[in-house]
């Protein structure tokens, strides 16, 4: 059974800084993109952030320069580095991975569970 377990939201005042982190397991073949995502409440979810294998990445541009995302492939690990938050950033934040699964036989999207992130005012 694949599997993404998220870790790292939590309530942070605006400036302040998170760090998500995400890490896939299970029978892994191998992975491509890594991403993150939020869905704030009443809104659609949208791609926050998305890195390659070979590390190309891309930001959603609200927050470009702000956040950082991240990846350790050995530990099939995706990290997202948040500084200068602001009470928009405030959403569940998914992160996802484009994987190969030994039982597979073409890769598919498999999503965390999510996190929260709440940035007050």
């Known amino acids: 059974q694949v599997q993404l377990v998220e870790s790292g939201g939590g309530l942070v005042q605006a400036g302040g800084s998170l760090r998500l982190s995400c890490a896939a397991s299970?029978?892994?073949?191998?992975?491509?993109?890594m991403g993150w995502y939020r869905q704030a409440p009443g809104k659609q979810r949208e791609l926050v952030a998305i890195?390659?294998?070979?590390?190309?990445?891309n930001y959603v541009d609200s927050v470009k320069g702000r956040f950082t995302i991240s990846r350790e492939n050995a530990k099939n690990t995706v990290y997202l580095q948040m500084n200068s938050l602001k009470p928009e950033d405030t959403a569940v934040y998914y992160c996802?991975?484009?994987?190969?699964?030994?039982?597979?036989?073409?890769?598919?999207?498999?999503w965390g569970q999510g996190t929260q992130v709440t940035v007050s005012s």
């Open positions: 996802m991975a484009a994987l190969l699964e030994y039982s597979g036989s073409y890769y598919r999207a498999v």
């Open positions: 299970g029978r892994i073949i191998s992975i491509n993109d």
């Open positions: 890195i390659t294998t070979g590390g190309r990445i």
